[in-house]
């Protein structure tokens, strides 16, 4: 297992473009975070999945932004009409059954946005 | 709201030497997970040690212990022996002990291992 993986690692975009990012979460986890860190400043939840259900998402996830897990195995988040204030790196967590050891959230390296 | 607080926006320390980290958070809740996570420059988020609330034991990973004050709700890092691989952003993170609840993070403290 080589953990959780994202795709792709850096992104430049224009103002006003859409984005994909994607996740590979570890392959016996179940569960699937998003989370966004901006500069010199902690991860900020955006969403979370069991599987393929969307359970959880943040007051932070604006109407411009959708995330899927379709199959319950790798996750894609859209940003639509990006804007400067979306620059940020995006990160993806994934953790497997409930309590124990296996709730603890391993983190992927990240997809650094860039809006120019 | 749960709240997560670290004080120290900035630490420095000789390498063999000790480092402590602060971290102090809020929460009416009784069960709950912490969390020490490193970020060295430009590569991706690591777990350092987990402490759950109902243990009154500190947790231990080799260097890297907790001193675990519940009723003051702190929560700080030791890092024995800093080596220079230790340089890195350290987070402090909680998380209910609920399914599928997502981590609160703190600020962050850079720590530097200078030789």
């Known amino acids: 297992d080589t953990g959780v993986s994202q795709d792709p690692r850096h992104k430049i975009t224009k103002r006003g473009q859409n984005v994909t990012f994607r996740c590979d979460p570890i392959?016996?986890?179940?569960?699937l975070y998003w989370y966004r860190q901006t500069l010199g400043q902690g991860p900020e939840f955006l969403t979370y999945f069991q599987n393929e259900a969307q359970l959880e998402k943040s007051r932070l996830l604006s109407d411009r932004f959708s995330a899927e897990r379709p199959k319950g195995s790798f996750s894609t988040l859209e940003i639509q009409r990006t804007e400067q204030g979306d620059s940020a790196m995006y990160l993806c967590?994934?953790?497997?059954?409930?309590?124990?050891?296996?709730?603890?959230?391993?983190f992927g390296p990240g997809t650094r946005l860039l809006v120019l | 709201a749960q709240t997560v607080t670290q004080s120290q926006p900035e630490m420095s320390v000789q390498e063999a030497e000790t480092v402590t980290l602060s971290c102090t958070y809020d929460?009416?809740?009784?069960?709950?997970?912490l969390f020490w996570y490193k970020q060295p420059p430009s590569r991706q988020m690591i777990l350092v040690i987990r402490?759950?609330?109902?243990?009154?034991q500190n947790a231990t990973e080799n260097r890297f212990s907790v001193n675990f004050q519940k009723a003051a709700k702190s929560f700080s890092l030791k890092i024995s022996d800093s080596q220079l691989g230790d340089t890195a952003m350290y987070f402090c993170a909680f998380m209910h002990n609920q399914a599928g609840t997502a981590l609160i993070f703190g600020k962050g403290t850079t720590l530097s291992v200078s030789s």
């Open positions: 929460t009416s809740e009784s069960n709950y997970y």
């Open positions: 402490q759950e609330a109902y243990k009154q």
């Open positions: 967590a994934s953790s497997g059954l409930a309590g124990g050891p296996e709730e603890t959230q391993y």
């Open positions: 392959s016996e986890h179940n569960r």
